[in-house]
């Protein structure tokens, strides 16, 4: 058989292993079957792990966006602080305002994020009921330190703390066991199909949306809490994708948490021996994530021509750059399944395109 080769290089999605993509052809199930109430069991409890968390992880057929919409609207009934440090911060000051919430927006540097002095001067100043974080912002690369944010948090401790994780879960540790929201996506650092969220609430989290008017009907989390204790789901779920993510849920158990952060570790650190020689790269190594790297272009060249060169010459995929760096950078994702082997491949290949300029 032909060796797996990854090609997907890109902050999501990711290449899926042959044999996880193969689950997916699973013959289909009743969704309120003893069969499929298993397997919501197996992802809950699988899941917990990569989320930091001892409570339920609920799997959502939904892109996670509309995880983070839902997260206001379920838990947010007038206001939220938002650590604005790029393109998908910024989505929770816009989810927010388009559900009828007040935003205080903190402006950061997009190379560092946000510090826990300049957090505990906005909650000392600002009448919020809830902080929204992104532990790796993938238009930036930056990565939060979220524990000493989660400290300042904890001396407000009428603030709920909303964290997206999308592009960390998995790939680094993540303190959900800390926060009142937290979730992440299939197709990330877990190395799953599209298509999937999978969030986790606090208790206090639950009360909150029991209570809450307006909070809609396909993502009520407490809906989704009351059907997931009962072991379904509130709506047709999208089966195959499931078949799939509990496929690669088993392949990741084999590894181990700690491994898989590792690999990531060693994945970044191999990719920026390589290429911040010759790409300098938006934020520093302190704050930079071991799922997304975000580089200058080459000099005179457009980001969008620099990776297609690269598909062209070697089929290889990266993103260009998001946001307010679009027309100058591009981005390279560590995530999912591709090894150290994989880094070196890539960083040949971006070092050829570069020199064909």
Request: glycine share 6%; hydrophobic share 50%; charged share 20%.
């Amino acid at each position: 058989m032909k060796p797996w080769t990854p090609t997907l290089f890109l902050p999501g999605p990711v290449d899926v292993h042959p044999d996880v993509l193969a689950a997916a052809a699973t013959p289909m199930i009743g969704h309120r079957s003893a069969a499929a109430a298993a397997l919501l069991d197996e992802l809950d409890h699988g899941l917990r792990p990569w989320l930091g968390v001892d409570s339920p992880v609920y799997a959502l057929t939904c892109s996670a966006t509309l995880a983070m919409e839902a997260t206001v609207r379920n838990l947010v009934r007038r206001s939220l602080l938002v650590a604005n440090g790029g393109v998908f911060a910024d989505r929770w000051k816009i989810a927010a305002e388009a559900s009828g919430r007040r935003v205080v927006s903190i402006d950061v540097p997009h190379h560092l994020g946000i510090t826990p002095e300049v957090l505990e001067h906005a909650l000392a100043n600002h009448d919020v009921e809830a902080v929204a974080l992104v532990a790796v912002e993938t238009s930036t690369g930056v990565a939060l330190d979220l524990d000493p944010l989660l400290d300042v948090c904890a001396r407000h401790p009428h603030v709920l703390v909303l964290v997206d994780a999308v592009t960390a879960a998995g790939a680094m540790y993540v303190p959900g066991r800390r926060c009142d929201a937290v979730f992440t996506a299939s197709q990330k650092a877990l190395a799953m199909p599209p298509g999937l969220t999978f969030l986790a609430l606090s208790e206090r989290a639950i009360e909150r949306s029991r209570t809450m008017e307006g909070r809609g009907l396909y993502a009520d989390f407490a809906r989704v809490d009351r059907f997931h204790r009962a072991g379904g789901s509130p709506f047709t779920p999208a089966l195959p994708v499931f078949f799939a993510a509990v496929a690669q849920i088993r392949r990741l158990h084999r590894e181990s948490v700690d491994a898989r952060f590792a690999a990531h570790r060693a994945k970044h650190r191999a990719w920026l021996e390589r290429a911040a020689r010759d790409f300098p790269t938006l934020c520093p190594f302190a704050t930079s994530a071991p799922s997304v790297v975000v580089h200058a272009s080459p000099r005179d060249v457009a980001p969008a021509e620099f990776v297609g060169r690269l598909a062209e010459r070697h089929g290889l995929t990266v993103a260009p750059g998001v946001g307010p760096h679009a027309s100058t950078t591009w981005r390279v994702g560590l995530l999912g399944d591709t090894t150290v082997a994989d880094i070196h491949r890539v960083a040949d290949a971006v070092a050829d395109t570069a020199a064909s300029f």
